[in-house]
């Protein structure tokens, strides 16, 4: 099944920014993208100290098949080269109507909407990939997914360990 070709333009203080289905030729944005990430964003996102994505993990999250998986990025203009500045993803659980739903945004791009747009437009492609459920693992002391997540109307749905929560939402 192809997947959908989304193109939403926004302005954001200013700037334009496009959300975009990812395209496997984005590996190069996407690394680097991840490599420019502080510290805190990279652990928050992966749980890990990874300092960059393994050639494995690139080729994974470059490469859509959908309906199973689905990527969205956000980018902006800089110099006349393409930026990505955040991306949202989704991975279904093998033989369930269910998925996991992630998300990550620049440092500089955070708290201005658009982990929370992403996350909106990944829900409604999910929706029609005849998704049923969303799940996410936040770590504990991510404050601002947790709001996030709550605010979009996830639930906490367990508590791993005292690091994650493991957050759910019906859609």
Same mark, same amino acid.
């Given at each position: 099944m192809q997947s959908p070709d989304i193109h939403i333009c926004l302005d954001i203080n200013g700037t334009s920014v496009t959300i975009r289905t990812m395209a496997v030729e984005g590996k190069e944005i996407e690394s680097e993208f991840v490599r420019n990430?502080?510290?805190? #964003?990279?652990?928050? %996102?992966?749980? #890990?100290?990874?300092?960059?994505?393994?050639?494995?993990?690139?080729? %994974?999250?470059?490469?859509v098949k959908y309906p199973e998986n689905m990527a969205l990025i956000a980018t902006i203009q800089v110099a006349?080269?393409?930026?990505?500045?955040?991306?949202?993803?989704?991975?279904?659980?093998?033989?369930?109507?269910?998925?996991?739903?992630?998300?990550?945004v620049a440092d500089a791009w955070q708290s201005c909407g658009l982990g929370n747009r992403l996350l909106i437009e990944i829900r409604n492609i999910a929706?029609?990939?005849?998704?049923h459920e969303l799940h996410m693992s936040v770590l504990a002391e991510n404050h601002k997914m947790i709001?996030?997540?709550?605010?979009?109307?996830?639930?906490?749905?367990?508590?791993?360990?005292?690091?994650?929560?493991?957050?759910?939402?019906p859609i």
């Open positions: 990430l502080s510290d805190e #964003s990279r652990y928050y %996102r992966f749980h #890990s100290a990874l300092k960059e994505l393994t050639p494995e993990l690139l080729d %994974r999250f470059t490469h006349g080269k393409e930026q990505q500045i955040a991306v949202a993803r989704y991975a279904k659980y093998p033989e369930r109507d269910a998925a996991e739903v992630a998300v990550v929706v029609d990939a005849g998704i709001k996030l997540a709550h605010k979009l109307g996830y639930h906490t749905k367990r508590i791993d360990d005292v690091t994650s929560r493991e957050l759910g939402k």
